[in-house]
């Protein structure tokens, strides 16, 4: 069983976990993900990891609810245990001396993008770290990116905060920095398509960490598959991280609609349980 040792809203339906899981911390490293479940016979769920301390034994996630899972995990209280915390899986993120490297996050990513800008930060490249929402309330971690980056751009869509607009934005911050030698991009589907299309004009290498259905995370099951040029790859074992110029898009998309159905039934049947219940108590 593996500990909660802090549970935390961030912002509106972003959660803060924080695990004990000292195998895993000690291994992990920036881009990698771990799968956890927050019950026994739950569903398996791939997460990525936002920050570890290896002293200490824990590991952190941020989690959005969307879903049974997700709310289930959200609800849990510091001090329950979970069954399952597996990890470090996938590979790293290319950690070189590139120069100048722009770190894209988006939702959840905001919290992924934090351990892969820290450590290109250490490696002595340029870190221009750009956060993406739709309203400032929605942002988080920007004292932390601050830290790891020389420079931290806000993009949100009614304009609460920095640019207004979409990741669309980043056109601009390409053309008004110096040279950027790479791109990295964490978040939901859309956001790592929607960077990928505004930076292929420019030529400049995208990494994108990609986040499909998911179950067993050892390459196995096949769920996870993605095409990536002519290539089928498995994100759990081939990446998360792949050229973002490189990935079918369309069927990306697609293959993440394939059980919304099933998704959205048991959040709608476990909330009216979880009314029920109160409704018989009060």
Same mark, same amino acid.
């Given at each position: 069983? *593996?500990?909660?040792?802090?549970?935390?809203?961030?912002?509106?339906?972003?959660?803060?976990?924080?695990?004990?899981?000292?195998?895993?911390?000690?291994?992990?490293?920036?881009?990698?993900?771990?799968?956890?479940?927050?019950?026994n016979g739950g569903e398996r769920i791939p997460l990525s990891?936002?920050?570890?301390?290896?002293?200490?034994?824990?590991?952190?996630?941020?989690?959005?609810?969307?879903?049974?899972?997700?709310?289930?995990?959200?609800?849990?209280?510091?001090?329950?245990?979970?069954?399952?915390?597996?990890?470090?899986?996938?590979?790293?993120?290319?950690?070189?001396?590139?120069?100048?490297?722009?770190?894209?996050?988006?939702?959840?990513?905001?919290?992924?993008?934090?351990?892969?800008?820290?450590?290109?930060?250490?490696?002595?490249?340029?870190?221009?770290?750009?956060?993406?929402?739709?309203?400032?309330?929605?942002?988080?971690?920007?004292?932390?990116?601050?830290?790891?980056?020389?420079?931290?751009?806000?993009?949100?869509?009614?304009?609460?905060r920095g640019l207004r607009g979409h990741v669309g934005r980043?056109?601009?911050?390409?053309?008004?920095?110096?040279?950027?030698?790479?791109?990295?991009?964490?978040?939901?589907?859309?956001?790592?398509?929607?960077?990928?299309?505004?930076?292929?004009?420019?030529?400049?290498?995208?990494?994108?960490?990609?986040?499909?259905?998911?179950?067993?995370?050892?390459?196995?099951?096949?769920?996870?598959?993605?095409?990536?040029?002519?290539?089928t790859k498995f994100a759990c074992v081939h990446g998360p991280?792949?050229?973002?110029?490189?990935?079918?898009?369309?069927?990306?998309?697609?293959?993440?609609?394939?059980?919304?159905?099933?998704?959205?039934?048991?959040?709608?049947?476990?909330?009216?349980?979880?009314?029920?219940?109160?409704? *018989?108590?009060?």
């Open positions: 069983m *593996f500990k909660l040792i802090e549970s935390q809203m961030i912002a509106p339906n972003i959660h803060l976990l924080t695990l004990e899981a000292p195998a895993v911390a000690r291994e992990m490293k920036p881009g990698q993900f771990v799968i956890v479940r927050a019950e990891l936002s920050d570890w301390d290896a002293e200490q034994g824990t590991v952190t996630v941020i989690v959005k609810n969307v879903g049974s899972t997700t709310d289930r995990l959200a609800s849990l209280e510091a001090g329950v245990s979970i069954p399952t915390v597996v990890g470090p899986l996938g590979n790293p993120t290319e950690i070189e001396e590139f120069g100048t490297v722009l770190c894209l996050g988006g939702c959840y990513g905001i919290g992924s993008i934090f351990p892969i800008a820290r450590a290109l930060k250490e490696r002595k490249n340029k870190v221009i770290a750009v956060i993406e929402a739709r309203s400032s309330y929605l942002l988080f971690w920007e004292e932390k990116l601050a830290e790891v980056s020389d420079e931290l751009i806000f993009i949100t869509r009614d304009g609460t980043v056109t601009e911050i390409i053309k008004s920095s110096e040279p950027v030698n790479r791109i990295i991009i964490n978040g939901c589907t859309f956001l790592l398509k929607r960077g990928s299309d505004v930076s292929r004009p420019f030529g400049i290498k995208t990494i994108v960490s990609l986040n499909p259905i998911m179950i067993d995370g050892t390459g196995m099951c096949g769920v996870c598959r993605v095409t990536v040029g002519s290539t991280d792949f050229d973002g110029h490189q990935v079918n898009w369309a069927e990306l998309l697609q293959r993440r609609k394939t059980y919304m159905r099933e998704e959205v039934i048991p959040l709608r049947t476990s909330r009216c349980e979880e009314h029920a219940v109160t409704m *018989f108590r009060e």
